[in-house]
């Protein structure tokens, strides 16, 4: 592996992208760039085996994408705060650069990855890449970080955005051969049925076909599981394979060929969930503690419960509730949950199972492919009423309800849920009224509902009113 030295590092983490890349853009302005990824050990313990899968695969099409303009991609494994300083050095970089991530962890393995290249004599560039729009470039009169989206987004929606930024030509890289990734990483992979297609040229068919059609009925479809009304990049977004900055253009782009009214307003509509991105990613950048302390303050401390029977059967999709289940099978089928049964199973964990939402933050953390600190923390803290702009306490989602009305069919239950394929409709979505013999005659291999929700739906309020001194 010949590298020339005094080169300029370009190290990729959430980017693993050449186009619309603001960090790997401003690297080759100068000299030719060694284009970098350090396997970090604590992220993977932390990732199951489906976004694992997703990850390698869309981190061996960069280094293609690469190689195809005679360079490559530079694979190291280990801590990053030893390996990136370490491989700097050893090849005698002039220069790094990197896109910004503003979660703790991430901003404190800088900072000392940081002091240590400076101490080194190298110059250290951040850039902005990750959001349409800086964290903390938007705020209150006050100078305040948004705590209230809607306020937020007013600002956000005609806040004039960067154009997306080309990719590198091959003056611009250095000239070498490294080895390929799998062989890095090849005794963390398991096998995985059915993966979901991690490169370039899949993720912006994924854009491109959600652009060119269901966009311009996405307010209207998607709540509803069993439709193909969500534009399914999140993953994409995740891992960098699509930039924000391209996203945002597109969106804007069919909002010029919308033809109707309701055509604008349903392109405004996920325009809209878009900007729920950036919000959360400035509520963590402001306040990191966030990731595992509530982002609402109590008088006293939430009496959370925790039956280890109860939390298992959400954790299998076994709790009785089909909505529920169906959507913890899938999590656990394909590493993805629907957004409207994300928020009803998360609503189900926190106020009928009473459980912290840390425990649910976590397994999704591990199960999901694109899993994102911000965006996660901040929907689980929406559901369990403890995080900014988040569902009142009082509000609590009826599992059963919810599943009548964005799975009438129970076609999106009967697809994650087999023991239910024989059950028409209207008794799945009674499922909790009917007594245990009806059940056991309809569906023998179904369990009975865990809890009443009822019950502990006014347990909930009770508990949430004591946290608030009442």
Not at 130 to 156: A, C, Q
């Amino acid at each position: 592996m010949d590298i020339p030295s005094g080169s300029t590092l370009f190290w990729h983490r959430r980017d693993l992208r050449l186009v619309d890349n603001v960090g790997l853009k401003a690297a080759t302005s100068s000299s030719p760039v060694v284009p970098l990824y350090c396997l970090d050990p604590t992220l993977l313990s932390l990732a199951g085996a489906r976004r694992r899968d997703f990850f390698v695969s869309a981190l061996a099409d960069l280094k293609t994408r690469y190689r195809d303009r005679g360079s490559d991609l530079l694979v190291v494994r280990g801590e990053p705060t030893d390996e990136v300083p370490a491989t700097a050095v050893s090849l005698e970089a002039d220069s790094i650069g990197w896109n910004r991530d503003h979660s703790r962890y991430a901003i404190e393995r800088d900072r000392v990855i940081i002091d240590e290249l400076e101490d080194e004599g190298m110059t250290v560039t951040e850039s902005r890449d990750m959001t349409l729009h800086e964290p903390g470039s938007i705020r209150t009169s006050d100078g305040n970080h948004y705590s209230v989206f809607s306020y937020y987004y007013d600002k956000w929606k005609t806040r004039e955005a960067a154009e997306p930024v080309s990719g590198p030509d091959r003056s611009s890289l250095a000239t070498f051969s490294a080895p390929d990734v799998r062989s890095v990483i090849e005794a963390e992979l398991e096998d995985v049925t059915d993966p979901l297609a991690a490169d370039r040229e899949a993720a912006e068919s994924r854009l491109e076909g959600f652009l060119e059609g269901p966009i311009y009925d996405y307010g209207a479809q998607r709540d509803y599981p069993a439709a193909s009304g969500t534009s399914r990049i999140s993953q994409d977004l995740k891992f960098g394979l699509l930039g924000i900055r391209e996203v945002v253009e597109g969106i804007r782009g069919a909002l010029q060929e919308a033809e109707t009214d309701a055509d604008r307003e349903n392109v405004e509509e996920f325009l809209r969930q878009v900007a729920w991105r950036d919000f959360y990613v400035q509520v963590l950048a402001a306040h990191p503690d966030t990731v595992w302390q509530n982002f609402t303050d109590f008088a006293e401390p939430i009496d959370w419960r925790f039956d280890p029977e109860e939390f298992r059967a959400w954790k299998r999709g076994e709790t009785g509730y089909p909505i529920v289940d169906a959507g913890m099978r899938q999590l656990l089928e394909t590493g993805f949950v629907h957004n409207r049964v994300r928020m009803i199973a998360a609503s189900f964990l926190t106020k009928d199972l009473q459980i912290d939402w840390r425990k649910g933050y976590q397994w999704y953390r591990e199960h999901l492919i694109d899993h994102d600190t911000a965006s996660d923390v901040g929907g689980w803290q929406w559901a369990a009423s403890t995080g900014p702009n988040s569902q009142p306490y009082f509000r609590v989602f009826n599992p059963t309800t919810q599943g009548k009305r964005y799975d009438p069919d129970a076609e999106y239950i009967k697809s994650h849920v087999p023991e239910l394929a024989g059950v028409q409709p209207k008794e799945i979505h009674r499922w909790t009224d009917i007594d245990s013999d009806r059940r056991a005659a309809l569906a023998p291999d179904y369990p009975d509902p865990i809890v009443d929700h009822a019950e502990r739906r006014d347990s909930a309020i009770e508990m949430f009113e004591r946290a608030q001194g009442k």
